[in-house]
């Protein structure tokens, strides 16, 4: 049974690089082909997919955080991250770590098959 | 982006009810590309249905979606006292991947 668990400082300070790790058991993200990424759930803005990595290092990001936003996996600890840089209030919010399936039609990153429980960071002085 | 709007934002049913969710996107796609979770509070959402109607290994057939074009639906047919939760919507069709804001099922 693949699981996703996510780990990181729970306060994060603004301005700062929001860091988080996602440890994956029972699948390896080097050889799965599978895309591995996160999302966040904040009050003022619901459910915000962040974006993936794929087995091969490719990334897809949403376009509103791309300029801030780093996922990368480590393929020796089978885990992967996100860095989120010049955090703010605004990025305070639970965030999941999830696998997402590639569709079938197109490769590209597709519906999430596996989540973890989540994480609560908040961003404060 | 596309933008998904769930109704109702809350449903208050009793066991053995029929619960049907709705989801409307802002511009049309294909339903190939439509997903939707359960969320229960500290635990992990579930994926329930991928691709408007497809239920992966292990989801209960009471779960059913269909839909197509902007308006897509989630039925579950008989409630069962595990299925009180949030549920989502979520599109795969177009960056970036974008969610419903949830409705919640509640029991009444």
């Known amino acids: 049974q693949v699981r996703l668990q996510e780990s990181g400082p729970g306060l994060v300070k603004p301005s700062e690089t929001l860091s988080l790790i996602c440890t994956v058991s029972?699948?390896?993200?080097?050889?799965?082909?599978?895309?591995w990424g996160w999302i966040r759930q904040s009050p003022g803005k619901g459910l915000e997919w962040i974006g993936t990595?794929?087995?091969?290092?490719?990334?897809h990001y949403n376009p509103s955080l791309t300029s801030r936003v780093t996922i990368s996996g480590d393929m020796s600890k089978n885990h992967f991250s996100l860095n989120l840089t010049s955090a703010t209030a605004a990025d305070t919010g639970v965030y999941f770590c999830?696998?997402?399936?590639?569709?079938?039609?197109?490769?590209?990153?597709?519906?999430?098959?596996?989540w973890g429980k989540g994480t609560t960071v908040i961003v404060s002085s | 982006e596309i933008v998904l709007t769930q109704s109702p934002g809350t449903l208050s049913l009793s066991p053995g009810d029929r619960a049907t969710l709705s989801c409307r996107a802002s511009?049309?796609?294909?339903?190939?590309?439509l997903a939707w979770y359960q969320h229960k509070p500290d635990q992990a959402p579930r994926l329930l249905i991928y691709?408007?109607?497809t239920r992966p290994t292990g989801i209960p057939d009471r779960f059913s979606g269909s839909g197509s074009g902007t308006d897509f639906t989630l039925t579950i047919s008989r409630l069962e006292p595990e299925d009180f939760a949030m549920y989502y919507c979520?599109?795969?069709?177009?960056?970036?991947?974008?969610f419903g804001q949830g409705t919640k099922v509640e029991i009444k």
């Open positions: 999830a696998r997402h399936s590639p569709d079938f039609w197109t490769g590209t990153p597709g519906y999430m098959d596996v």
């Open positions: 029972g699948a390896s993200i080097k050889s799965s082909s599978h895309y």
């Open positions: 990595v794929y087995t091969d290092g490719r990334n």
């Open positions: 511009q049309h796609f294909s339903s190939s590309f």
């Open positions: 691709g408007t109607s």
């Open positions: 979520q599109q795969y069709a177009d960056s970036p991947r974008t």
